[in-house]
């Protein structure tokens, strides 16, 4: 059974910092480089931050490229994903979502090469 559950959002002001977190079955998790996207109201879900199930080689967005650190834990099938989010801005209001993919390296950033995707954590950025 696949699950992805995410958590830690919430309503917080710029220049503030936020951890993410999603919890995911061994089936979603194990052996999988898994991605970070988020969608903003009235746009596309948009690619946020990968990292490999190997060697944990992160990649980012351009958009958040040195204020954001993706992170997992493999070990003692904890089987979660992080996404650390400092110096927030308004424009990273979304709702955030973590999802796997078979395509182990390089991970990509399209979505439709991932595979599954939970229900989200929204995050809301106060100016």
């Known amino acids: 059974q696949v699950q992805l559950v995410e958590s830690g959002g919430g309503l917080v002001q710029a220049g503030d910092s936020l951890r993410l977190s999603c919890a995911a079955s061994?089936?979603?998790?194990?052996?999988?480089?898994m991605g970070w996207f988020r969608q903003a109201p009235g746009k596309e879900r948009e690619f946020v931050a990968n990292?490999?199930?190997?060697?944990?080689?992160?990649?980012?967005a351009d958009s958040v490229k040195g204020r954001v650190t993706i992170s997992r834990d493999n070990a003692n099938a904890k089987n979660t994903l992080y996404l650390k989010m400092n110096n927030q801005k308004p424009e990273d209001t979304a709702l955030y979502y973590c999802?796997?993919?078979?395509?182990?390296?390089?991970?990509?950033?399209?979505?439709?090469?991932?595979?599954?995707w939970g229900q989200g954590t929204q995050v809301t950025v106060s100016s």
């Open positions: 990292i490999t199930w190997f060697a944990n080689i992160p990649s980012y």
């Open positions: 061994v089936r979603a998790f194990n052996r999988k480089s």
């Open positions: 999802a796997p993919t078979n395509n182990v390296y390089p991970p990509p950033r399209k979505e439709s090469e991932y595979d599954y």
